[in-house]
């Protein structure tokens, strides 16, 4: 007695083989989303740690206000909120005392928080060293203006466009601000390779020291993150 075989029927295998090449003309004929470039999400969640840390001279408790797509591990956000928190915990002395997630109903069109919410979070921790912004700040066309109080924590922030620095100082928003700088063709590595590189070309760090250098109304958006 020989092995019987048994042979899948032609219609079977026809199938198979016509599944097989629309799969295969789907992936040829169907444009892929474009990579998205991380680097300079993880350069500014690096530089904002840092800076953070300089401030506070290596030494206090902070709050991180984050937006609910920054917990999204899929988003280039998150890479930028966990570099963050990588670079502090470094710090031994410095801790993270609470986190608040803004919802993005809650974040303007100018891409910063609501004047309403700011001013709550603010008011909410009066005996933290910092608050740590990584979804920018209430900008002008964000009214009601706030009412801060004269002794606040420390306000640092990543704002990703809008206005320029002056406008945050002037109104007593902020301590340091991280703003993409107006022109990154012309500063920073010409081949930027490490999130450091990214960084230097495409961002700057605004504090009460400097940002009066920074005369430009309007800043570039976000959308060289991306």
Known sequence: TGVQTCALPISVVAIFVIVGS????????????????????IG??????????KLLSN??????????Y??????????????????????PAIEVQATEVVKVDEISMGGGMD????????????????L??????????????GELPDRRPLIIAVHGNGMGAKGFFERHQAD????????PDNVGPTDPKTPRDWFAKYFEV??????????KSTRLNSSHRT
């Open 22 to 41: 629309l799969i295969s003309l789907y992936y040829t004929m169907v444009p892929r989303p474009p990579k998205i470039n991380r680097a300079p999400f």
């Open 44 to 53: 500014v969640g690096q530089v904002l740690g840092e800076e953070t840390a």
């Open 59 to 68: 030494r206090g408790r902070i709050v991180t206000i984050v937006a609910d």
């Open 70 to 91: 920054h917990q999204n591990s899929e988003s280039p956000m998150h890479d930028e909120l966990t570099e963050f928190l990588n670079t502090i915990k470094r710090i």
């Open 115 to 130: 004047n309403k919410t700011f001013e709550s979070v603010v008011k909410k921790y009066p005996q933290a060293s910092a």
């Open 132 to 145: 740590v912004f990584l979804v920018g700040l209430p900008t002008m066309e964000a009214q009601p203006p």
């Open 176 to 183: 340091l601000v991280i703003l993409p700088r107006m022109t």
């Open 206 to 215: 605004y504090t009460t020291a400097n940002y009066k250098s920074d005369r």
